[in-house]
């Protein structure tokens, strides 16, 4: 017996399928659960055109190891070729949970979805398993593709690029009725631009957001304040929110959190020649989401920030701390993710040698002095002191965006972001 599986597998191995199927035969005829065997046997009579036989011998596969993967995808296989779509999509939902490294099973499980009607969860998949193929560099075109995978991977392809595109654009339709397609215009390129359908063109080279481009806005790395309504107004209470800031810092800084929420990424952004680099933040909203008692907490402070044109999307903006910098500590050069939002500073407390660099230009803060600026620029921070520094972070709508274009871009911003997670967990 056990030359009789070593022989198979060899001829496996060596490409004479039709051969090893015959040796695998004989195998499952002396060894009915042998994994392996009802697999290949089972495969050979999808093959053949023989389904019934293939699911009976799967279901025995399945029954020997549940936990295998791959009996799961090719039992789905010989379900969804007999028609039973459902069964189908169970099995391959099966193999999908049990293993990543199937992405055909994914790939077919996506199909049956499509077939059921369920087309948005089949888009899901479809994401799902091109980006994961194609980040591999697979699944580019005909040469990356396995032969039999390849018209169900074009056709994949075709679904990721229309969906997307139905998708995004169908959740500007309402704003497009109530307000005409002309003032949306821009908001219809960003898309594009974001849909890969045409390419960015950046007005300064310095600017490159790691997400969402917006075109056809003014650039500079720093904004006159005077664009901002309420920043005069927060500037005037900039005692009051010191005040207010002190008080935390005298009862031990308060609710600060970690800003990075991982060691990975603090290693990744944060340097300090004095130590241990320290970068918290005691937030007033953190990915929108407000913190009441925090807020309560310092009621000037509070009462001045809703004064501003905060840039508020669901679940993902503004964010709004107090940002501490323990002595010594860089935040190293990074990029944010949109030009729709820019970000404004109210520096509070600031030992000497402590800076903003924007797109190359430094800007040294001074306390109770506003500043904004387009984070898109490649942009970096530091305390070289041997004191702590804070600021006020606050993030503002980019001045230059009209009303029914931010409410878009909050829209839009809000469905990918829930688009992605559905992506994620699939």
């Not at 017996?1 to 002396?30: H, K, N, P, S, Y």
């Not at 039973?84 to 391959?92: K, N, V």
């Not at 190359?360 to 500043?371: F, K, T, Y």
């Amino acid at each position: 017996m056990t030359r009789t599986v070593e022989e198979a597998q060899w001829l496996l191995r060596a490409g004479r399928i039709e051969e090893a199927e015959q040796v695998f035969m004989r195998v499952l005829d002396e060894s009915p659960f042998d994994l392996q065997a009802l697999n290949i046997v089972a495969l050979a009579a999808i093959r053949l055109g023989h389904f019934h036989r293939a699911r009976d011998l799967l279901k025995r596969a399945v029954a020997v190891a549940p936990d295998h993967a791959a009996s799961h995808h090719h039992l789905g296989r010989a379900e969804e070729l007999i028609g039973d779509l459902e069964q189908a999509r169970d099995c391959y939902q099966r193999a999908t949970a049990l293993s990543a490294e199937l992405p055909a099973a994914r790939l077919h499980l996506a199909a049956v979805l499509e077939k059921l009607g369920q087309g948005h969860a089949a888009l899901v998949q479809f994401v799902r398993v091109m980006g994961d193929q194609q980040r591999q560099g697979r699944w580019l075109d005909p040469a990356t593709t396995p032969p039999a995978l390849e018209p169900l991977v074009a056709h994949a392809a075709q679904v990721v690029r229309n969906g997307s595109r139905a998708f995004h654009f169908g959740l500007l339709e309402p704003l497009v009725v109530e307000f005409g397609r002309s003032e949306l215009g821009r908001v219809e390129q960003m898309l594009r631009i974001y849909l890969h359908e045409e390419p960015p063109a950046y007005i300064d080279d310095r600017q490159q957001p790691t997400f969402l481009y917006f075109p056809d806005l003014p650039t500079t790395p720093y904004f006159d304040c005077r664009l901002f309504p309420g920043l005069e107004a927060i500037e005037a209470q900039a005692p009051a929110i010191l005040a207010e800031l002190q008080a935390l810092l005298g009862s031990n800084g308060g609710s600060n959190e970690v800003v990075f929420t991982s060691a990975e990424l603090a290693a990744q952004n944060l340097r300090s020649h004095r130590g241990e680099p320290g970068w918290t933040g005691y937030y007033f909203y953190r990915h929108g989401e407000r913190r009441d008692a925090n807020g309560a907490a310092c009621p000037v402070t509070s009462a001045a920030l809703e004064q501003l044109p905060l840039c508020r999307v669901e679940a993902h903006g503004p964010e709004v701390l107090f940002s501490v910098f323990t002595p010594g500590t860089h935040l190293l050069p990074h990029r944010g993710v949109t030009n729709t939002r820019v970000v404004g500073h109210l520096p509070l407390i600031v030992p000497p040698d402590c800076a903003l660099n924007v797109g190359g230009e430094v800007h040294a803060w001074r306390q109770g002095r506003a500043v904004v600026f387009d984070d898109t620029y490649e942009h970096e921070a530091w305390n070289r002191s041997a004191e702590t520094r804070v600021v006020l972070i606050f993030d503002l709508w980019n001045p230059h965006l009209a009303d029914v274009e931010r409410a878009a871009v909050a829209k839009l911003v809000h469905a990918i972001g829930e688009f992605r997670h559905e992506v994620e967990a699939a």
